[in-house]
């Protein structure tokens, strides 16, 4: 990469919890995106050039907005899904098609474009083994925890409850049920089958698939449902410092 690019002035050097490293809060990183893909028929997978100093830790965001003189200013959060150690950095968006906001101006953007990414931060970072609960593009930050976990091989003992409207949906379904197996439980609101029965996770649900309410719960999608999720879940004995979020 080009370093008139990387503008490294006045990003100030952080620790990265748990590991034995620093990362560069970089103001703002012109990078050019490599290939994109769909990988649901709303969400978007961009795989973008990644600097060699580059840090992030599973489970964080970054503020991203595209190159292009009247975007420029418009930034959004997304959430890195790959490896901190990729020589790549990789996003999954959802395209909202029906407003006209940067997701959908993400459509447009393919290889060759360029994308911005300004500061990194997250409030979701795994502790200790837990529950994760996620709706939607809600999973991108677990989905990056999980690849890590994988990777270390201590995906064991945890549980992933995945809710969607309906199948197709799911972001990634089949690698997540291949890291979790029967811990990977998969929820849909609406289902277009005659006689399905509108599921949702509420405490009937929860009370059957958790035996445990003293340890820790992990819980992102839209801030409604966080916040109900929490509020149920302190209500069954959870501890108000073992729920990690975000929305
Ligand atoms: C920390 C964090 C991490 C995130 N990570 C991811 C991620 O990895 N992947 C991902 O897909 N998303 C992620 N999101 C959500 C993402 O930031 C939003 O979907 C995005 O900002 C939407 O940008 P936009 O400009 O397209 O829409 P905005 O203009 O910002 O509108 C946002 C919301 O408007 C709603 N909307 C849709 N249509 C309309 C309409 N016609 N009129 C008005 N409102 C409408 C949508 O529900 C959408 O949520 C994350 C959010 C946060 C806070």
Redesign the pocket.
Known sequence: MEDEKLNKEAGPIVEVPGENKTAQLYPHIILQVLETSYITHD?KRFVLEKPSDYIFNPGQ?VNISINLPEWKN?L????F?NLPDDDYLE????I?R??N????KLESINKGDELILHDIF?AIQYKENGVFISAG?GI?PFLSIFRYLNKKKRVKGNILIYSNKDHSDVIMGESLHTMLKDNFITIFTRENVVGFIEKRIDRDFLIDHIKNFKQNFYICGPESFVLDLKKILLSLGASVDNIIF??
Do not use: A, L, N
Request: hydrophobic share 25%.
């Open positions: 969400v965001s418009e959004r959060p997304f959430t899904t996003f999954m968006i959802k909202y029906d407003h906001g940067v997701t959908q997250g593009s991108t975000e929305y």
